[in-house]
């Protein structure tokens, strides 16, 4: 994401969300802009014994509800600017869902497949040791994203227990079962997104049986998408990577796939059964449903015209541009938001945080349980906020999550309060 205006893009959509609530303006101002940002540069022992240094920040953007939350991105294309506008979303994402947490974000500029294991573990401890003084279980908690996973937070778990010089397993959520993760994480980002199609499918105008499914980036939550929808007997029509992209109108062989990217091979290596199209031609295919599970601005004004989806479902953060939100609207597709679609992984983050304080771990059937009704009961309150104020989606989440911060924010004082 190289776009620096890319905060203030974002910041659009809340000023659309404010104009529908009754807001004191103290609110706006303390949202506007992140709390605090911190950038380092990590220098590192290599393999062949040079050091090599890699820019990285974390944001903590506010910390009004509960202590910031949000995942470290290992990319070469991260900025500052995108750190503070994902910390920004997960914000409103864990108001959205009601969870007692602010917003924060990681990263590293880096391209991690270019470096050796030993070297990224070194690269994961240098973090934490880092940003020691600003995470921590009651103050910041950081979790897998782009190009990370639970390896990864395992190594950075067990770097801030050696500092702190005991276990700390709360400070970091998406570990390995084995060191305190917990069961249902992996797929929570997917899961999240696919009980809110299942609940909304009537509503959504979607086909109660036989659902298309296109999905774009097949990382690990395009991949969970498309198992978790194939289980209710849906046809997966299209799927793309960074390397390609396939198509086969009755339904790709979902397994191939999955061995193909499992073995490291692009979805075009895979025997498929279909045929392989461009990026661009994959978005513009016909289906029930699209699901952008890549980066952000993957939808923007130069292909939202050519979308033909009835509903997209965000499982990335960020990929339609504002622009390119309008041009949808206009055309009648229904996008579910990023900050409800794709908060399952959050959601069971926080699952996590909370099994960790209290040393007692939840079955599956439990995870799941709750983060279907957590979803279901924040996705129907979305919903109606949208038919009542005659706007998107987008702008009802944004709403509800408004009237969320506004409670808390007003209840420190507001201008009204001091001045009388």
């Known amino acids: 994401m190289s776009n620096p205006d890319i905060l203030q893009a974002a910041l659009t959509r809340l000023d659309d969300a404010a104009r529908h609530v009754q807001i004191d303006s103290?609110?706006?101002?303390?949202?506007?802009?992140?709390?605090?940002?911190?950038?380092?540069?990590?220098?590192?022992?290599?393999?062949?014994?040079?050091?090599?240094?890699?820019l990285a920040w974390r944001c903590r953007y506010d910390d009004t509800r509960g202590?910031?939350?949000?995942?470290?991105?290992?990319?070469?294309?991260?900025?500052?600017?995108?750190?503070?506008?994902?910390?920004?979303?997960?914000?409103?994402?864990?108001?959205?869902?009601?969870?007692?947490?602010?917003?924060?974000?990681?990263?590293?500029?880096?391209?991690?497949?270019?470096?050796?294991?030993?070297?990224?573990?070194?690269?994961?401890?240098?973090?934490?040791?880092?940003?020691?003084?600003?995470?921590?279980?009651?103050?910041?908690?950081?979790?897998?994203?782009?190009?990370?996973?639970?390896?990864?937070?395992?190594?950075?778990?067990?770097?801030?227990?050696?500092?702190?010089?005991?276990?700390?397993?709360?400070?970091?959520?998406g570990k390995p079962i084995a060191l305190g993760g917990s069961l249902g994480r992996e797929d929570a980002t997917a899961r999240g997104g696919f009980y809110l199609v299942k609940h909304l499918t009537e509503r959504l105008g979607l086909p109660p049986e036989g659902l298309r499914v296109v999905v774009q980036g097949f990382g690990n939550a395009g991949q969970h998408a498309a198992r978790l929808f194939r289980s209710i007997g849906a046809k997966i029509i299209g799927v793309s990577d960074s390397r390609g992209a396939v198509y086969a109108p009755g339904g790709l062989d979902l397994d191939?796939?999955?061995?193909?990217k499992t073995q490291g091979r692009s979805v075009q290596d895979a025997e498929h059964g279909g045929k392989a199209i461009s990026a661009d031609e994959l978005l513009a295919l016909e289906t029930d449903v699209l699901v952008p599970s890549a980066m952000e601005d993957m939808i923007h004004e130069g292909n939202?015209?050519?979308?033909?989806?009835?509903?997209?479902?965000?499982?990335?953060?960020?990929?339609?541009?504002?622009?390119?939100?309008e041009i949808l609207a206009k055309k009648g597709v229904i996008?579910?938001?990023?900050?409800?679609?794709?908060a399952g992984g959050v959601t069971v983050s926080y699952f996590e945080w909370?099994?960790?304080?209290?040393?007692?771990?939840?079955?599956?059937?439990?995870?799941?349980?709750?983060?279907?009704?957590?979803?279901?009961?924040?996705?129907d309150v979305v919903w109606n906020i949208a038919r009542d104020?005659?706007?998107?989606?987008?702008?009802?989440?944004?709403?509800?999550?408004l009237n969320r911060l506004a409670t808390a924010i007003e209840a420190h004082g507001t201008q009204q309060f001091f001045a009388s």
């Not at 960790?356 to 799941?368: A, K, M, P, S």
């Open 389 to 401: 104020k005659g706007v998107t989606l987008r702008t009802a989440a944004y709403i509800h999550a």
């Open 26 to 54: 103290d609110v706006l101002e303390k949202l506007k802009y992140p709390r605090e940002t911190m950038k380092v540069r990590l220098l590192i022992r290599m393999d062949d014994g040079s050091r090599k240094s890699f």
């Open 67 to 173: 202590p910031t939350k949000g995942g470290i991105r290992f990319h070469p294309d991260s900025t500052a600017e995108e750190v503070e506008t994902l910390a920004f979303w997960m914000t409103v994402k864990c108001a959205v869902t009601n969870l007692p947490y602010g917003g924060g974000k990681g990263a590293v500029q880096v391209d991690p497949k270019s470096l050796s294991k030993a070297e990224l573990e070194r690269l994961s401890r240098a973090y934490v040791q880092a940003f020691a003084s600003i995470i921590g279980p009651d103050r910041d908690i950081p979790a897998p994203d782009v190009y990370t996973n639970a390896m990864i937070m395992g190594w950075m778990s067990d770097e801030y227990s050696t500092i702190r010089g005991e276990p700390h397993p709360g400070v970091i959520t």
């Open 256 to 260: 191939a796939l999955l061995a193909a």
């Open 335 to 342: 996008v579910l938001p990023d900050i409800l679609a794709n």
């Open 354 to 379: 909370v099994q960790n304080r209290q040393g007692y771990y939840w079955t599956l059937e439990e995870v799941h349980t709750r983060l279907k009704t957590i979803i279901e009961r924040e996705g």
């Open 304 to 325: 939202a015209d050519s979308i033909r989806a009835t509903v997209v479902l965000e499982l990335a953060n960020g990929p339609i541009t504002p622009v390119a939100d």
